[in-house]
């Protein structure tokens, strides 16, 4: 059975939790984005205008965080998540195990179809448009982590939107380095100008 990645489920795993190195925060109602202590737009590397977004039919998030992280810290990390991509109007929200269980159960494998870059386009052109949510989380150095974030379009093979962020590990990261990078997840996804800096159709 494939994972669906759901707010209520994630929010269970953070009741159990102890530490709070990591604190989900509420989305504010006047600026409808969540509360952070600098501003990322300098940061996004990509960030092309997508003519049909509002087709997308579901989102694969690929989390990679890093073995550093503790249970605690990894679930809220997995909830903020979430929580930005339902924010952003992403309700079917899963893991790669639902597009192996789709491969499987339509007799794909045999036409070699299986979730390398190719085969996705493939996916994408029998399942319609989908989008790719990749989060890095890793340390290259003492001291410094970096959080990365990717959405990638398999339908156009192109990567829509681009955030690396290097973060001090002392510092807050939720208000300085998750929640920064997914305001402008949301900035882009709502096609604020400051946010866009190219387009394709």
């Known amino acids: 059975m494939f994972n669906r990645i759901t707010l209520g489920v994630l929010f269970s795993m953070l009741l159990s939790g102890c530490a709070q190195s990591i604190t989900p925060e509420n989305i504010d109602s006047q600026t409808q984005l969540f509360p952070a202590s600098t501003t990322l737009s ?20 690929d989390e990679q965080l890093s073995g550093d992280l503790d249970l605690d810290s990894v679930h809220h990390m997995q909830y903020i998540h979430t929580q930005a991509l339902s924010e952003a109007g992403f309700n079917e929200v899963y893991d790669y195990s639902f597009l192996h269980n789709f491969i499987i159960a339509n007799g794909l494998t045999e036409k070699n179809i299986g979730v390398d870059p190719d085969s996705l386009q493939q996916l994408a ?10 989060v890095d989380h890793y340390s290259e150095r003492p001291d410094w982590q970096t959080y990365r974030l990717t959405a990638f379009d398999p339908l156009a093979g192109v990567v829509v939107f681009e955030l690396s962020k290097e973060h001090l590990v002392q510092a807050n990261p939720a208000t300085e380095m998750i929640y920064p990078t997914w305001n402008e997840f949301l900035k882009w996804d709502r096609k604020i100008p400051s946010a866009v800096s190219g387009q394709y159709r």
């Open 125 to 134: 052109n029998i399942m319609g448009p989908f989008l790719v949510v990749r």
């Open 42 to 61: 300098d940061n996004v590397s990509v960030g092309l205008e997508v003519a049909y977004r509002q087709h997308y039919q579901f989102v694969i998030l």
